[in-house]
């Protein structure tokens, strides 16, 4: 599956593919030079041999080595790392408020970030994260393609770890190919049972960590312990225990090449100047196997080992050109490098590379990568723009939240000396954790006068609403005949919230509505 963006872009992929097809059928049966292990690793994709509904074939990939596979044992253990332990990490929010760095506390409504606290009523902040998240996420496909799903994506990490599992206790590449073929007897069954055990503990241990999120992470621990979670607790490490299992041990690269549908998007943000991993067909073709001492005079410096193939994750062949399978993690730039010092080539035969170089490259030019270019700084500018946005929100952030609104059934009524008078339902939310005293008037409204429902009892100065609390009040609002007629039908004025200790004021808008003039 090829996708194209743009006229270059199109045309270096056809080029990549007609040269890869011309090529193919010219492959040599010459032996492969000495020490030079020979794959026949089939791309799971061949397009001569796709059909419309196929069963799925396995895939075991060779463990590669290389600076990649570094960069990919990294990223794992950070990301799971973070997975694991965020919920363990404590943060002292003072007494009486959770403890637990990260924590989405429905019961509260609260999610606390470190030092943010961002509460039901502000779930925009939250928005405004995803947001962030998705337009860096836009950035780094424009520059590099597919990073995300090649080293940081859930699924790559989980599928990793669980090839890593298997890989433990069956061997590699080829002891697992022929533990699968072999007939069930004591060693296919304990090497099966482990691999199986240890991917539901892996399994338990993420929908484990998933549930601590959500509560106090070593109150909740002591719970499963003692049994004594609750059900709904017991049902979510389930449900994650086995989409786990199913999704990073069975399932793998069927998610991302049918469930995900990131990669049908992601080709509307590559150019010919996205990073992407690439077969650079100009210097490997015409491939064939190659002997030890002959020379490499009118061939290419692809030997044909299949290498690439063995290793990726995908079982996918990157010579074909670009596909949508590819995750773009780079394990065959690793393969493919090996292979090229082994026979005295240079390097980078995979690597990752521009179209617009590629296409150059076939000419015998070079182009040099442009990152800043008007798609990334669209990308940069949009993110640039919201990350400022949520950084003054956040810093705006109150402690105090008015609420008022105005009364609609009926609009206003009219007393029996003539006053008109609207009723107001006003709400003050308390966000500190401590009791707070306010005082509320009126402002904009000539010769007005106003009562209020709800208040504290006699004796007890202001509006006293109790920490972390919402209070709600009723705000009857009057004028005098003789002003009414001539404020008209509506008439704005603002509802004045101070608070008694250090004198700070919110004010909410509102309209006094009467009979026409
Ligand atoms: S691209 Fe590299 S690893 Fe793949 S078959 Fe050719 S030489 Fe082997
Ligand atoms: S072709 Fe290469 S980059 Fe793409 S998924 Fe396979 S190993 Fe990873």
Known sequence: MVCCCGPLYAEAVMAQLEMTTIYQSAGSTAEAAPGIERSTAKPVNAR???????????????????????????????TLGIYYLLPWLR?????????????????????????????????????????????????????????WCGYTCPQTVWTDLMIAVEHFWQGDRNARMRLSKQRW?????????????????IGLATGGAFVFYFRDAPTLAMEFVTLEAPFIAWLFVGIFAGTTYVLGGLAREQVCT??????????????EDSLLVTYRAYRGEPRGAHKKGESWEGRGDCID?????????MGIDIRDGPQLECIQCALCIDACDAIMEKVGRPKKLIAYDTFRNLDAASHGDRAPMRI????????????????????????????????????RNPLFVQLSDGGIRNSYTVRILNKQYETRRFSLDIEGLPQSSFTLLGTNGEGTPGIEVAPDNLR?????????????????SQTGFEFVVRDLTDGTETSRETVFRGPEK
């Open 48 to 78: 001569d041999e796709r059909p419309l509904y196929a069963p799925r074939v396995p895939i075991y990939p060779k463990r590669a080595q290389g600076p990649f596979r570094r960069i990919k044992w990294a990223v794992m253990a950070v």
């Open 472 to 488: 709600t009040l009723k705000a009857f609002v009057t004028v005098p005949r003789e002003t009414a007629t001539t404020l008209g």
């Open 185 to 201: 007897n004591f060693e296919k069954i304990w090497k099966m049972a482990a691999t199986h055990v240890s991917w539901l503990l």
């Open 258 to 271: 049918y469930m995900c549908p990131w990669p049908r998007i992601q080709g509307a943000m590559f150019d």
């Open 305 to 313: 080992c299949k290498q690439c193939v063995a290793v990726c994750p």
């Open 372 to 407: 800043i270019r008007p798609r990334t700084l669209l990308y940069a500018g949009a993110l640039m723009l919201v990350t400022v946005i949520m950084m003054i929100a956040l810093s705006a952030k109150t402690v105090l939240d008015v609420n008022v609104q105005a009364d």
């Open 91 to 147: 943060w002292d929010r003072g007494p009486s408020l959770p403890d637990q760095a990260f924590l989405l506390d429905f019961a509260n409504q609260r999610l606390y970030m470190f030092g943010i606290e961002i509460w039901a009523q502000e779930l925009y902040f939250v928005t405004g994260l995803l947001i962030i998240g998705a337009l860096a996420l836009f950035l780094v496909t424009a520059v590099a393609g597919r990073v």
